[in-house]
């Protein structure tokens, strides 16, 4: 079981005082925060694909290319934030 801010169980009465939370590390913490985001992201993907449905909807490819056009804008957005810059040098030299 991963380690999160959970409270241990102290051997006394239940009225007692909770012990300190377990400190949980940053990459726990990422992996704890991340899943559940990611699958709701893939969840209004897939929510968003019933929208295709010719039966129910009507849209054209316009439409279509600008919805497309910002969720790759956002989704590009969200990739560069993860990548490592390459901080331009604020120093001076002749």
Known sequence: ????KKTIPSKSSKLSKPSKPIKETKEAYFLRIATPRIKKVLGSLRILGNCSNR????????????????????????????????????????
């Open 1 to 4: 079981m991963p380690t999160d």
């Open 55 to 94: 039966n129910n909807y009507s849209y054209d490819e316009v439409q279509v290319n600008k919805m497309f056009a910002k969720i790759t804008e956002g989704l590009e957005t969200c990739i560069m934030k993860f990548t490592p810059s390459k901080k331009e040098s604020e120093s001076f030299e002749f």
